[in-house]
């Protein structure tokens, strides 16, 4: 059945954004920890928290290890045992650092010969004393974004260890963690149960805890927060804001969820809605009320950590705090409407955005050039427009509202802008260019907001790989893998036929402008860089690694017609049964010319052979139809035209040496036949990538 083990270290309280990563990477180290110590586990391990405490319980835990079983081979029999059959040094060593006698061991025939050999069993060791040892190592080794060292201890973890908790079994394993000795004790609520409580299992800890108003399961309180949050708004007839970040973030504040409805002056709805619910968001974790209408209330929903025993004054208490925040932040509204948003492009001369490569305002200039470059192919009726809202997008980092509210850049642009009259496409373009904000995240919907995305990613990508700011392993401070991303996802979304080369060309272009760099290594790195975020989001997407290969190692520009070629070669590679053939044809095609960099020209009058000029005529014949399918996109029709040069080749292979030594001439012209076709082969995909 196996033991039960309960693990509780108990701190100071850890941030609520550390819980979460912290948790998961404890599971990790314990299912690793149990299995290098040879403990076996039968039921659930499983971690819980809050933040006061780090909560690990295993179930069906062995008492002890498992035996180690130790097979060694040692020297071979000739060399063990003299000719009267006596042991020797090389047996005597081998026997002493296996801790047996001579005696003990056995000979083993192997492919070598026979050999000594010894197989030792060594009994597992309680699985206690194995804790006792290995515990303290265990959370240490939880990796936080933040750890501190108090006191004299030379012990580094979130927050201060404040109490231990281990059993095995209800019994205590001994150990000490942070100067602190861990025992059979907890404790309940900081506020409404502080007092020390013995826990004798499992059962009897969970059993305590929730009397001690204490709910260690985050899924649980994140669902109590949503209950008591909408019981809260319903009693203003309201709906808490859908905002399942804030939910997770003050479940991960609070032991034990509980809610008080607030209001404000009404005058406040005069500022802009994302104004005032992240004021209440980020400063102090409420959340919204909204009408039956989705229109904002003067109310709020704030999240208390113990049971409020006179909800008024707590009430009060949090209207008075928002109060002050509403209140700055109309200030900071009024200051900003005291000037035009495109005023403040110059200020964005004070703002440093890398050494060396300058000012936002030098960025600001450099990527609007490039977002009227990119208007002209995929927007042309708008370019003025493009251009508007590049150099406007950024003049609100500069506002007093997005110093106070980084969050709020882009939206504050797009407000506004709104309010000075600007058209709307440019107002959403202002807000939608930092789309998608996150890997996955959502896409822009504005074509204007997509082409200046672009434009500043581009120039973000090139700028950084120019002066010497590439990711290397996990190290990315400029995030030029999100935004290399983005522009792959934008532009496929959009379905703009683009070429990518020539957008990095001319990214480049514009900043040589400024700064000197070797654009033509630049360039190839910053387009292998492209190529390889491609083929990480299709593997992500679940295709395989030799399918995307197959496109991308000879296809890699216009990213709007990438997957439509990945998906339809897929589809071929399933449905058609000369695939496989097909692709060791082009294999053996492959490999005659890897080392002919020379490109021959083909003279039928040369052929010798009847195979080579069949094998021209059905290259001939349908060539022009393939390349037609090409320019339809059609590619699963162009391989299954295909097809029908597999026959010709193979016999064209055996019916003829390609590289005689005989004549020179003879040699050019079937290996110039050979490369009409590998050129034809590649114009949709590499097959030779494909393992098979």
């Not at 580094?156 to 231990?164: L, N, S, Y």
């Not at 009320?289 to 707590?314: C, G, H, W």
């Not at 949090?318 to 200051?335: K, N, P, Q, T, Y």
């Not at 030098?362 to 590049?390: I, P, W």
Request: net charge negative.
């Amino acid at each position: 059945m196996g033991a039960e083990l309960l693990l509780e270290i108990g701190t100071e309280e850890i941030p609520s954004a550390y819980l979460e990563e912290g948790l998961n990477e404890l599971r990790r180290l314990a299912e690793a920890c149990l299995r290098e110590n040879r403990i076996e586990i039968t039921g659930n391990l499983r971690t819980y928290g809050t933040p006061r405490r780090l909560v690990l319980i295993g179930e069906g835990v062995s008492e002890r290890q498992k035996d180690l079983v130790q097979e060694n081979t040692g020297p071979p029999k000739s060399v063990a045992y003299d000719k009267e059959g006596k042991p020797t040094k090389a047996a005597i060593g081998f026997a002493q650092r296996q801790g047996v006698s001579v005696e003990e061991m056995e000979c083993v025939n192997t492919p070598k010969g026979e050999y000594l050999y010894v197989k030792r069993r060594i009994p597992g060791r309680p699985t206690e004393d194995i804790l006792a040892e290995v515990l303290p190592k265990l959370f240490a080794d939880i990796s936080w974004p933040k750890s501190m060292r108090w006191g004299n201890i030379g012990y580094a973890f979130v927050r201060p260890v404040q109490w231990v908790l281990a059993l095995l079994n209800g019994e205590v394993i001994p150990f000490e963690m942070a100067g602190v000795r861990s025992s059979n004790t907890t404790r309940g609520h900081r506020f409404m149960a502080p007092e020390i409580k013995e826990v004798s299992d499992v059962r009897d800890y969970l059993r305590k805890m929730e009397k001690s108003f204490v709910i260690i399961d985050q899924q649980e309180r994140e669902e109590i927060v949503e209950q008591v949050a909408g019981d809260a708004a319903r009693r203003v007839g309201g709906r808490p804001a859908q905002d399942p970040e804030l939910v997770k973030t003050v479940a991960n504040l609070v032991e034990h969820p509980s809610a008080v409805c607030g209001s404000f002056d009404e005058a406040f709805l005069d500022l802009p809605g994302p104004v005032l619910v992240t004021a209440m968001k980020e400063h102090q974790k409420y959340f919204a009320i909204y009408d039956e209408n989705a229109q904002l209330m003067p109310n709020f929903v704030a999240i208390n950590n113990t049971v409020v025993r006179d909800e008024s004054v707590v009430r009060r208490g949090h209207e008075r705090v928002l109060r002050a925040r509403l209140s700055d932040a109309d200030f900071f509204f009024r200051e900003d409407r005291k000037r035009m948003l495109g005023d403040r492009l110059d200020d964005l001369k004070r703002v440093i955005y890398q050494a060396d490569l300058g000012t936002s305002y030098a960025k600001v200039q450099r990527f609007t050039r490039l977002a009227g470059y990119l208007a002209e192919k995929v927007l042309s009726d708008k370019v003025g427009d493009v251009e508007t809202t590049a150099r406007l997008c950024k003049c609100d980092l500069v506002t007093h509202m997005v110093t106070e509210f980084p969050s709020l850049q882009g939206v504050m642009g797009r407000e506004y802008a709104r309010l000075e009259g600007m058209p709307e496409e440019v107002c959403l373009g202002i807000y939608e260019h930092y789309l998608p904000a996150r890997a996955e995240g959502q896409l822009p919907t504005s074509k204007i907001g997509a082409v200046v995305g672009l434009a500043d990613r581009m120039d973000t990508i090139v700028g950084c790989f120019a002066v010497g700011l590439e990711p290397s392993g996990t190290a990315d401070p400029f995030a030029l893998r999100r935004h290399s991303l983005a522009i792959i996802r934008v532009i496929e979304d959009m379905g703009w036929d683009l070429s990518l080369k020539e957008f990095i060309a001319k990214g480049l272009s514009v900043l040589r402008d400024e700064i000197e760099f070797d654009s033509d290594r630049v360039f190839a790195k910053v387009s292998a860089f492209f190529r390889e975020r491609y083929k990480q989001l299709m593997l992500r997407s679940g295709y395989k690694t030799d399918l995307i290969e197959a496109v991308i190692s000879v296809k890699f520009d216009r990213i709007n017609e990438l997957r439509s070629r990945i998906d339809q070669l897929k589809k071929f590679a399933s449905e058609s049964r000369e695939f496989q053939e097909l692709a060791l044809t082009f294999k053996r095609v492959t490999n005659i010319l890897k080392k002919q960099v020379k490109p021959f020209e083909v003279d039928p009058v040369l052929f010798r052979e009847t195979c080579e000029s069949d094998l021209w005529e059905a290259y001939q014949a349908l060539k022009d139809n393939v390349h037609e399918y090409l320019e339809r996109m059609d590619y699963y029709k162009a391989l299954d035209l295909m097809v029908r040069l597999r026959k010709p080749v193979n016999e064209f292979f055996d019916g003829v040496e390609i590289l005689t030594k005989e004549n020179e001439a003879l040699k050019a012209n079937r290996i110039g036949v050979l490369q009409h076709l590998s050129r034809l082969f590649l114009s949709v995909a590499d097959l030779s990538k494909f393992s098979i």
